[in-house]
């Protein structure tokens, strides 16, 4: 294991030191025989996105609800009269809306940043508009648990479980 170590001595200006860069390899099944997907993926510029994206994260509506004496939420404030407070509805139809249609957006920014192969049309040639590169992935008949695979992955680039940290350092 320790030769996987890397011991930093300096941060050098221009030297990617935390890129990331793997493979997520997606399950597909072709009249009936399983078959694997390797898909080069990097984490380059991923925290950029899910920053920006948490700065823009819908917020629920606020809902007055009147608290009374002896309630937990009376205790837990510690209250001496009942009154009114605002608390967030996180149950709010328009809320959960926006909020699925923003987790949405986020994981397709982190899926089209995250491919590290390039996304070309029917005339092999290189996408570079984002509503484009979107359509063509969503023409390929992604599932939705290989959307999730793949950013998942992408994600994992960078973070330790618990499991594969403990195993690691073993």
């Known amino acids: 294991m320790a030769s996987?170590?890397?011991?930093?001595?300096?941060f050098l200006d221009g030297k990617s030191l935390f890129q990331s860069n793997g493979i997520s390899e997606v399950k597909i099944t072709k009249n009936?025989?399983?078959?694997?997907l390797r898909i080069p993926i990097t984490s380059t510029g991923i925290a950029d996105i899910i920053d920006t994206f948490n700065d823009q994260s819908p917020q629920p509506p606020?809902?007055?609800?009147?608290?009374l004496p002896g309630s937990d939420m009376y205790k837990e404030l510690k209250m001496t009269r009942?009154?009114?407070i605002k608390i967030p509805d996180y149950g709010d139809a328009n809320y959960l809306k926006a909020k699925e249609e923003h987790d949405s957006d986020l994981a397709m920014a982190i899926l089209?940043?995250?491919i590290a192969v390039p996304i070309k049309d029917k005339n092999k040639k290189?996408?570079?508009d984002k509503n484009e590169k979107i359509k063509v992935l969503k023409a390929m008949e992604m599932s939705g648990?290989?959307?999730a695979q793949i950013v998942g992955d992408i994600r994992s680039l960078t973070n330790w479980d618990v499991e594969e940290k403990e195993s690691f350092f073993e």
């Open 32 to 36: 009936g025989e399983v078959k694997c």
């Open 145 to 147: 648990d290989q959307f």
């Open 126 to 128: 290189v996408i570079e």
């Open 82 to 84: 009942k009154n009114y």
């Open 4 to 10: 996987n170590i890397i011991e930093v001595t300096e």
């Open 112 to 114: 089209l940043k995250g």
């Open 62 to 67: 606020l809902v007055k609800e009147l608290v």
